[in-house]
């Protein structure tokens, strides 16, 4: 009898540490001159599917001197990025994308973000805000 109920637990406990996050994985990250946060949300139930949701913020007093910018996103599952975009009046860059992935991206994960504007370059991670 204790050996059944052993197993019995021991099932419920596996499965309880398997179960899905409720709600995006939230990403933030700060540099000199930036402040991003990108929140994700797996579908990989639904197919290989992953929606992200990007917001950059330019630190500095006048946003139109950045111009034209890039940046690009890299995490254990993959890269993203976007080129020859621009920040709104207020700093501001966000954008919503889906894309395929070939694996679910965790908590844990530390994904790392690169940006380019005019001559520079800014490299800096992006950890879980949980």
């Given at each position: 009898m204790k050996k059944i109920f052993f197993i019995v637990f021991t099932m419920f406990l596996m499965c309880g540490?398997?179960?899905?996050?409720?709600?995006?994985?939230?990403?933030?990250?700060?540099?000199?001159?930036?402040?991003v946060e990108e929140k994700v949300y797996s579908n990989l139930d639904k197919g290989n599917e992953e929606n992200k949701?990007?917001?950059l913020e330019y630190?500095?007093?006048?946003?139109?001197?950045?111009?034209?910018?890039?940046?690009?996103?890299?995490?254990p599952n993959g890269q993203?990025?976007?080129?020859?975009?621009?920040?709104?009046?207020?700093?501001?860059?966000?954008?919503?994308?889906?894309?395929?992935?070939?694996?679910?991206?965790?908590k844990s994960d530390e994904l790392k973000i690169i940006i380019n504007w005019k001559d520079k370059t800014?490299?800096?991670?992006l950890k879980n805000i949980e």
């Open positions: 540490c398997q179960a899905k996050d409720k709600g995006p994985l939230v990403f933030k990250g700060k540099s000199e001159n930036w402040s949701k990007i917001i630190k500095g007093n006048d946003a139109k001197s950045v111009g034209d910018f890039e940046f690009k996103v890299e995490s993203w990025g976007i080129a020859d975009i621009q920040l709104n009046d207020k700093g501001v860059f966000m954008n919503d994308s889906k894309g395929p992935v070939s694996k679910k991206i965790f800014e490299s800096f991670p």
